[in-house]
T-cell receptor, first 114, second 113 residues
């Protein structure tokens, strides 16, 4: 079955530690996205990538980094510079970026700080 | 800038009641409009969408009509079920540059038997 997988489901971070969240899709989509979800707020865009080897900052990129070396993979690293990382992180993909295309979401990773 | 405003929740209904969740958007350009649903502990799933004025999106008994004159995209369902309990997000595409989605804050729906 085609879809998006995220791992792990839960992730614990210690102070000063970098952690990496995995996102893989087998939908052959060009565009991929990372969102952060906090209680009572909508989704906020962290980074997005329209094509392999290219990515752009979203609205809240500080303290995060990404790479897009393969079409199917878009890992997100939460660095120690992100002072409030506790949140639910969602990865998504779409065929392209015309605005009318549906974004397909993974099941999410919940990041907690120890 | 581009934004989406949803009614605050939670919305609490009895099974078989009529549902309306209001959504309005900023009237810049000609965005596509979406409703996504999120069940507990899961990612978002597309519920329905509309790409131009007067289009009606529909799925699983839910409907929403793209109203340009009132900049609205209200979600409706004639008879809700307990299994419809979830958080519903309204979203619009941006108008400039890369077509990112702008999401509302979400509305939690609780349906009791």
């Amino acid at each position: 079955d085609g879809g998006i997988t995220q791992s792990p489901k839960y992730l614990f971070r210690k102070e000063g530690q970098n952690v990496t969240l995995s996102c893989e899709q087998n939908l052959n989509h060009d565009a991929m996205y990372w969102y952060r979800q906090d209680p009572g707020q909508g989704l906020r865009l962290i980074y997005y990538s329209q094509i392999v080897n290219d990515f752009q900052k979203g609205d809240i990129a500080e303290g995060y980094s990404v790479s897009r070396e393969k079409k199917e993979s878009f890992p997100l690293t939460v660095t120690s510079a992100q002072k409030n990382p506790t949140a639910f992180y969602l990865c998504a993909s779409s065929i392209g970026a015309s605005g009318a295309e549906t974004q397909y979401f993974g099941p999410g990773t919940r990041l907690l700080v120890l | 800038g581009d934004s989406v405003t949803q009614m605050e929740g939670p919305v609490t209904l009895s099974e078989e009641a009529f549902l309306t969740i209001n959504c309005t958007y900023t009237a810049t350009g000609y965005p596509s409009l979406f409703w996504y649903v999120q069940y507990p502990g899961e990612g978002l799933q597309l519920l329905l969408k509309a790409t131009k004025a007067d289009d009606k999106g529909s799925n699983k008994g839910f409907e929403a009509t793209y109203r340009k004159e009132t900049t609205s995209f209200h979600l409706e369902k004639g008879s809700v079920q307990v299994s419809d309990s979830a958080v519903y997000f309204c979203a619009r595409s941006k108008n400039t540059g890369f077509q990112k989605l702008v999401f509302g804050t979400g509305t939690r729906l609780l349906v009791s038997p």
